[in-house]
């Protein structure tokens, strides 16, 4: 697995679990906004060894609880289940953050009960993925692109078995009525987060929504979940 990095130890990124954190090297998308951008193109100067992690893993087994996959986009990485296995073995729970590109990796990770618990990035209403994604892409490509990301949002959807959660960075080219077209895609998901955007140096887009721009699309969305929250602020 490419890591490009690897954090020991979080109180909050894995609900009501003491995680540590592996960020994967590459990702599928290019959003703008990403302040990951050296784990885009895997061109991030950390190296990590993953035998390392599983040494500091196992050292910690009796302290941490959980292990959160992130990137980049883990689901692009070849051995990502055999490193999950690797982690399970030591008897810790597995969050794994994903765009939702690959819902075939995501469903066979569900269905064999590799994961606990799915955070799934939902950049913008569907229409205007585009906007986020900055992708030099044909439509064809767009297209199954956006059909992969509605399979994910349905697999998701559609079980029980385990927990998940949508979030949204409100970025300053989201509107209002994006907000209700992704209210309407995930309507009766667990949970949803609107993320704040932290402004982006030399960029046209840097003002953020103010407070009052997140209540009220909070208030769009708790018509579609009920369960959704600010966070960041």
């Not at 009796?62 to 982690?87: M, R």
């Not at 590799?114 to 939902?122: F, G, L, Q």
Request: net charge negative; proline share 3%.
């Amino acid at each position: 697995m490419l890591i490009g990095g690897f954090m020991k130890q979080s109180f909050i990124d894995f609900p009501q679990t003491l995680s540590s954190i592996i960020f994967t090297n590459g990702c599928n998308l290019n959003c703008w906004y990403c302040h990951n951008r050296q784990l885009i193109n895997g061109n991030s100067q950390e190296n990590y060894s993953i035998d390392k992690i599983y040494e500091f893993l196992e050292s910690r087994k009796n302290f941490i609880e959980g292990v959160v996959i992130s990137g980049g986009e883990p689901t692009i990485q070849p051995d990502l289940e055999s490193v999950i296995d690797k982690i399970k073995s030591l008897n810790l729970k597995v969050k794994l953050d994903t765009n939702g590109t690959n819902p075939k990796v995501l469903k066979h990770l569900m269905t064999t009960n590799k994961i606990d618990y799915v955070a799934m990035d939902i950049k913008n209403s569907l229409k205007n993925y585009d906007k986020i994604i900055c992708l030099n892409i044909d439509q064809d490509k767009i297209k199954n692109l956006i059909d992969n990301i509605k399979e994910s949002v349905e697999i998701l959807l559609n079980q029980d078995v385990i927990d998940y959660e949508f979030r949204t960075t409100f970025s300053p080219d989201i509107s209002l009525e994006d907000i209700e077209e992704i209210g309407k895609l995930i309507k009766g998901a667990n949970r949803f987060y609107l993320q704040k955007y932290n402004p982006v140096s030399n960029h046209t887009l840097t003002i953020p929504h103010t407070l009052t721009d997140f209540e009220n699309a909070i208030k769009i969305m708790k018509n579609y979940v009920p369960n959704s929250n600010i966070r960041g602020f």
